[in-house]
Nanobody, 114 residues
């Protein structure tokens, strides 16, 4: 199983970024996908999830600013991030959950700074 996250970078406050996570080795359409983030010195926290049916959940801190979506034809999940704040700075990870198995990808760093 491989989860390849990309799209991180340096962005100014108020800016936007779109993260992508391409999956292979799993039946992507059946997986609940998630985005997590970990800031330096902090625990990893859940940002958003999207079920196989397309239902989404978001942490309160990103509601209204982040949108999680998926393209099952491309085996890819996205995290569109808008109105970014310095406190969104973190390494972002994607995950895939199928039944009782959870898989993680490598992180992609997002830095929000002027």
């Amino acid at each position: 199983v491989q989860l390849q996250a990309s799209g991180g970078g340096l962005v100014q406050p108020g800016g936007s970024l779109r993260l992508s996570c391409a999956a292979s080795g799993i039946i992507f359409s059946g997986a609940t996908m998630g985005w997590y983030r970990q800031a330096p010195g902090k625990h990893r926290e859940l940002v958003a999830t999207i079920t196989s049916g397309g239902d989404t959940t978001y942490d309160d801190s990103v509601k209204g600013r982040f949108t999680c979506s998926r393209d099952n034809a491309k085996n890819t999940v996205y995290l569109q991030m808008s109105s970014l704040k310095p406190e969104d700075t973190a390494t972002y990870y994607c995950s895939a959950r199928i039944v009782f198995s959870v898989y993680w990808g490598q992180g992609t760093l997002v830095t929000v700074s002027s």
